[in-house]
């Protein structure tokens, strides 16, 4: 099984750091799917390598001199990570509340809502207005919410990040996507930092975590080699592929968590 897990964390990171996803919205339903791991494993697993894939992933964007709004992304960068470790804490206390089933499969269903909204936006973007935010502290309310989705369904962000940018800050998708990833590097990071430094890393079957985050660096360098080299168009094309699964994959983890309550 440890092929299986680390080709999960090189294919998803690879396409999550091309458009911005991030990787943790295709790792964290496969893992659902596989069914090895508990909700509170397979959050840390899928934060640990999507971490990795942003470290990795922003090295090469300032290698390749990418251009962004340096305030605007450090102020969204700052409130994810407070987002990023409230979603967590709020996570834990409902896990600690109610039976870990209940929790994946609200996961499920609003990270399924999220990309249906996602899909339907990012393929009408012409029917809706987006905006120009600069208000500084706007830019960090949106990254606190960010972050704080990111976390919470343990995806880091992805979709639902590039979509947000857009809307917002009228971003094209390969800027959306370079600034998704460094909002998921700011809260991924502090989400970790928060569990290692409370919780503790003992608690959690990590076996198979060198073998994810060896997949997301990998993924990290080819992703963002793709996302220089692609047009925006093609961007989008991939992106719109990869959320009918995802769409597919949750209404499936949503359906087989649903049989396991009844049961």
Do not use: W
């Not at 305030?71 to 969204?76: Q, S, Y």
């Amino acid at each position: 099984m440890t092929i299986i897990y680390f080709l999960i964390a090189l294919i998803a990171t690879t396409v999550g750091s091309m458009v911005g996803l991030g990787g943790g919205v295709i790792i964290k339903p496969l893992l659902d799917f596989l069914g090895q791991y508990n909700v509170s494993t397979i959050s840390v697993l899928s934060s640990a390598t999507v971490f990795a894939m942003s470290v990795v992933s922003i090295i090469k964007q300032i290698r390749y001199k990418f251009k962004i709004d340096v305030k605007r992304t450090v102020l969204i960068g700052t409130g994810s990570v407070i987002g990023g470790v409230l979603g967590d804490s709020i996570m834990h206390i409902i896990l600690n509340a109610t039976n870990e089933e209940y929790v994946a499969l609200f996961q499920n269903i609003i990270l399924a809502l999220l990309i249906i909204f996602v899909y339907v936006y990012m393929n009408n973007m012409d029917k809706y207005k987006s905006y120009r935010i600069k208000n500084l502290f706007y830019c960090m309310i949106i990254g606190l919410f960010l972050g704080f989705l990111g976390s919470f369904l343990s995806v880091g962000g992805g979709p639902i990040n590039v979509c947000i940018l857009i809307i917002f800050f009228s971003m094209d998708t390969k800027e959306a996507a370079v600034n998704s990833i460094i909002t998921i590097l700011f809260s991924q990071g502090a989400k970790l930092i928060k569990i290692i430094t409370t919780i503790g890393l003992y608690s959690y079957n990590l076996n198979i975590l060198p073998y994810m985050i060896a997949g997301g660096v990998i993924g990290g360098i080819c992703g963002t080699k793709l996302n220089k080299t692609l047009s925006s168009n093609m961007i989008l094309r991939v992106f719109n592929v990869l959320l009918l699964f995802l769409i597919l994959l949750n209404i499936y983890n949503i359906v087989k968590i649903e049989k396991i309550l009844i049961s």
